[in-house]
T-cell receptor
């Protein structure tokens, strides 16, 4: 158990819908990273937050957004969902940029 | 942009034997970190080992060790005394140590699926 929690574990929804994925980092970790793992794209970095502020963006679509709240939990919002958005979404946390990232168990999103 | 390449999509090893997984990377930076992550069938991403580019000594963690060749931009993972529980996808990852820019996100290879035969 990494100490990073993600909910829900599984999510099945239809195209065009909007979903929210939630992540709670390890106690004491200020950085939260979101990654997407799909069969065709592999593991890709989406976005990073540090202590409530956005710090870096990767290959994140405009339909996707995220935020980190004062209690340091983070949410990834995915809207206007397409079949290609089906993937495993990971959250990872670290104490800061020079520390290891520990991954949550992931949320499996299936868009039908 | 940095890239990470794992040229072996699948590998197989006999239980108790040794196996080496290959990874090469491309970067113009001199300061960075390299990692190996394990992803078993549960899909959990587990950190196996970490290497700082400024360290010449290769990292080791119990049965896991790396061969870091900075000039060749090569970072292989050796698993000794392989166990059934080592069966998993293994991902090589790069992270810049440069301040600003990427802010520390990981860049992953495509992975190597390791099977362990009893």
């Amino acid at each position: 158990d990494s100490g990073v929690t993600q909910t829900p574990k599984h999510l099945i929804t239809a195209t065009g819908q909007r979903v929210t994925l939630r992540c709670s980092p390890r106690s004491g970790d200020l950085s939260v990273y979101w990654y997407q793992q799909s069969l065709d794209q592999g593991l890709q970095f989406l976005i990073q937050y540090y202590n409530g502020e956005e710090r870096a963006k990767g290959n994140i679509l405009e339909r996707f957004s995220a935020q980190q709240f004062p209690d340091l939990h983070s949410e990834l919002n995915l809207s206007s969902l397409e079949l290609g958005d089906s993937a495993l979404y990971f959250c990872a946390s670290s104490r800061g940029r020079d520390y290891e990232q520990y991954f949550g168990p992931g949320t499996r999103l299936t868009v039908t | 942009a940095q890239t990470v390449t794992q040229s072996q999509p699948e590998m197989s090893v006999q239980e108790a034997e040794t196996v080496t997984l290959s990874c090469t990377y491309d970067t113009s930076e001199s300061d960075y970190y390299l990692f190996w992550y394990k992803q078993p069938p549960s899909r959990q991403m587990i950190l196996v080992i970490r290497q700082e580019a400024y360290k010449q000594q290769n990292a080791t963690e119990n049965r896991f060790s790396v061969n870091f060749q900075k000039a060749a931009k090569s970072f292989s993972l050796k698993i000794s005394d392989s166990q059934l529980g080592d069966a998993a996808m293994y991902f090589c990852a790069y992270r810049s140590a440069k301040y600003g820019g990427s802010q520390g996100n990981l860049i992953f290879g495509k992975g190597t699926k390791l099977s362990v035969k009893p």
